[in-house]
C-alpha cells in the first residue's frame, strides 16, 4: 500500500512538471481576446492592452473658446467661440456700442469654455459663467434678485472648446 501512493505520488508529480504549450485565447490571433458569443449573437476578437494591437488613435485635441459680454445704461452686447479672448471683448464692446448708438460700454464678463448669462433687473445687471446655460441662467437671475427686483434674462449663451482633430 505504502509503494502504491509512493508511485502515485511520484506519476502526479511527474505530470505536474511537463509543460504545456499555451495557446492563443478561443479562436483569435496572439494579442487578442474573444468578444461577442454567447447570448450576443455574434463574436469577433479584440486586442489585448499593449502593443500588439493596431495602433491607437491619438486622443481627441481641443482649443479653448472665448466669449464676452458688455453693457451700458440698458443695451448690451455679447461675442462667442472666439479663439482669443481679446477679440471676443472687442466684439462684445462694438456690439454693444452699435446697440447703444455710439455710447461707451463697459466689459461685464469675458470668459472661455462655458456658459453666461446676463440677467437685468430694475437696478443693474448682472452676469455669471458656469459649466452649462440652465445653471448660469438660474445663478445670474439669483444674484440679480438679491440686488433689484424684476429680473429678467437679456442673454446667455456659450463658448464650449471646440474640438480641432
Known amino acids: 500500500m505504502k509503494c502504491l501512493r509512493i508511485l502515485l505520488t511520484l506519476a ?7 509543460s504545456y504549450q499555451a495557446h492563443a485565447e478561443g479562436r483569435c490571433p496572439d494579442g487578442y481576446f474573444p468578444v461577442g458569443g454567447g447570448g450576443a449573437g455574434w463574436e469577433g476578437c479584440a486586442p489585448m492592452g499593449g502593443d500588439e494591437g493596431p495602433a491607437r488613435q ?21 461675442s462667442h ?29 469675458s470668459y472661455h469654455d462655458q456658459c453666461i448669462a446676463l440677467a437685468w433687473g430694475r437696478k443693474g445687471s448682472n452676469s455669471v459663467a458656469a459649466p452649462e446655460v440652465a445653471q448660469a441662467e438660474s445663478l445670474a437671475l439669483d444674484n440679480c434678485s438679491k440686488r433689484t427686483q424684476d429680473c429678467k434674462i437679456f442673454y446667455s449663451g456659450c463658448s464650449l472648446p471646440e474640438r480641432v482633430n
Open 81 to 109: 467661440s472666439y479663439e482669443d479672448e481679446g477679440q471676443a471683448v472687442k466684439e462684445a464692446l462694438a456690439q454693444c456700442s452699435n446697440n447703444a448708438g455710439g455710447a461707451t460700454c463697459t466689459l461685464k464678463q
Open 58 to 78: 491619438a486622443p481627441p485635441r481641443w482649443e479653448t473658446r472665448w466669449g464676452a459680454v458688455a453693457v451700458t445704461n440698458g443695451a448690451y452686447g455679447f
Open 12 to 18: 502526479f508529480g511527474a505530470l505536474a512538471l511537463q
